[in-house]
């Protein structure tokens, strides 16, 4: 095949595709920490890299963190030791770890399909209502 020939394949292959193809590449979920939630923009995204602009919102001074954990168990459901939840019985998948109150800061990770739950794992935050689900589908 012609050097030519080929860039032109290219080129049509790629005008083909337009910007819906970008769409699944980067997907944010804008994820706010609050006292005693934390709240995502959407509870659902598509499988692949996926970036959380973590920022967190709570006005009582307290530095949280952001923890995603792969498990088919309810962000409610999770068990509890000494205040924290046993992260090495889930599939950690990526954190972000001490966000000050008003700074924000970024996760990309990959997720395949399935159902994950996102926790403050800080003492006692998870049993302030602290987690969140996120279901990834194909």
């Known amino acids: ?12 292959a790629a005008t083909l595709c337009g910007s819906p193809c970008y769409s699944s590449a980067q997907q944010v979920i804008n994820t706010t920490l609050l006292s005693n939630a934390i709240h995502l923009d959407s509870g659902e995204v598509k499988a692949g890299n996926v970036t959380f602009d973590v920022h967190n919102a709570a006005g009582n001074k307290l530095v949280h963190e952001l923890v995603v954990l792969k498990t088919t168990l309810a962000d409610n459901a999770l068990p509890v030791r000494n205040g924290q939840v046993p992260e090495q019985k889930f599939k950690k998948m990526g954190e972000v770890e ?22 403050c794992n800080k003492p006692g935050h998870y049993a302030m209502g602290m987690h969140s689900s996120l279901t990834v589908t194909p």
């Open 1 to 12: 095949m012609k050097p030519l020939h080929h860039a032109a394949m290219l080129i049509g």
């Open 98 to 119: 001490d966000v000050s109150p008003g700074a924000s800061k970024r996760l990309t990770i990959k997720l395949a399909p399935g159902r994950y739950v996102l926790v």
